[in-house]
């Protein structure tokens, strides 16, 4: 089977909430979503996201948050992605980085996302610290305890 793209693709990213979902990025900051069961030569996209404004370099689903997609750019940032039902840039951020070529979010602890760039620095970022985030999926860090202020 194939499906044709359209654009360079730079990145593919298999849905672990739905194995027959995929997504792949582009070089015209496109994600376009597939079901594979739909798969051929003129397979339409289910939906498509004009993401950035340079080439999407990767794209990575987050394993515990099922509507969540990370996508990464030349644009110099990494953009999260809420698709419970309509798709929602939930928060972007700069990396100060440069270019964004890659990113992964850290199968042991899916809050936590690394980012490589053109300046040969990789970024980490706690999407847990992201208030949008939390907003969505709760918060799943422990939040330290409180003193009390007594005197």
């Not at 994600?31 to 739909?38: A, E, G, L, M, Y």
Request: charged content about 20%; aromatic content about 8%; proline content about 4%.
């Amino acid at each position: 089977k194939y499906i044709a793209v359209d654009g360079e693709v730079h990145s593919v990213s298999w849905n672990p909430a739905n194995a027959a979902i995929f997504a792949a990025s582009t070089d015209k900051g496109m994600i376009s979503f597939f079901d594979v069961r739909k798969a051929g030569s003129a397979t339409k996209p289910l939906f498509t996201i004009g993401a950035h404004d340079a080439e999407v370099g990767s794209i990575s689903f987050n394993a515990k948050y099922n509507h969540l997609l990370a996508s990464c750019s030349e644009d110099q940032t990494v953009k999260l992605w809420d698709l419970q039902s309509k798709p929602v840039c939930l928060d972007k951020k700069e990396m100060q980085i440069g270019q964004i070529f890659t990113m992964k979010f850290n199968p042991e602890d899916p809050d936590i996302l690394a980012a490589a760039g053109s300046q040969g620095t990789v970024a980490i970022w706690d999407i847990a610290s992201s208030t949008s985030v939390a907003q969505k999926y709760g918060s799943s860090k422990p939040q330290g305890r409180r003193r009390s202020s007594k005197k």
